[in-house]
């Protein structure tokens, strides 16, 4: 039996340790910088044309709307239900899946980042980078400010409180805040 050799894409969206610094991803991250480009200097009123744009940078997406500004990495590894809404200054850091469910609003400012690196700081020189997937469910509400790390997923239902940093799972029907992000209540 002979190893078949992965490319970084392929190792960044199996979850194994990859080099983003690969000309491929470069490419790929270059692509999906414009198409946010595009996106946020688009005409306002031109809804049609924003939502063209979206669904041409995300891997699959149900209605949504997203208010400028937004930026993600690749786009392609961002999957989005029927009635999303995220408010200005999204930012999405899709080097593994994510996956958002139906009827989720985000308020502003909100990041999700499926991006790591070692905590081994000669592995951090190497310039070598890991990505876990975040899986948000349905009729979640995060609100201004949250940010959301690699491998958490939260659950249908749950609110996370302005501010909060989510580097743990969030059961369904719940009320997280702060930081780190701790249960105040079942809701």
Not at 59 to 64: D, E, I, K, M, P
Not at 93 to 122: C, E, F, K, R, Y
Not at 135 to 152: E, Q, R, Y
Request: proline share 4%; with cysteine; hydrophobic share 40%.
């Amino acid at each position: 039996m002979t190893d078949i050799e992965l490319t970084e894409r392929q190792k960044m969206v199996q979850g194994l340790p990859y080099f983003p610094s690969n000309k491929q991803l470069q490419q790929e991250r270059a692509k999906a910088k414009n198409l946010c480009q595009l996106f946020n200097q688009h005409d306002i009123d031109d809804r049609k044309g924003s939502r063209r744009i979206i669904k041409e940078l995300f891997g699959s997406v149900g209605s949504a709307w997203i208010e400028p500004h937004f930026y993600c990495d690749y786009g392609y590894n961002i999957c989005v239900g029927s009635n999303f809404y995220a408010n200005h200054g999204l930012v999405i850091l899709d080097a593994a899946l994510v996956t958002i469910g139906h009827d989720v609003m985000l308020a502003p400012g909100v990041i999700i980042s499926t991006a790591s690196h070692p905590l081994n700081a000669d592995e951090r020189k190497k310039g070598i980078e890991i990505a876990r997937p975040i899986t948000i469910g349905n009729n979640v509400w995060i609100g201004a400010g949250v940010k959301i790390l690699d491998g958490v997923s939260i659950g249908d239902n749950a609110v996370v409180a302005a501010g909060a940093v989510v580097n743990k799972n969030v059961a369904a029907n719940t009320l997280v805040a702060g930081v780190p992000a701790k249960l105040i209540r079942e809701l």
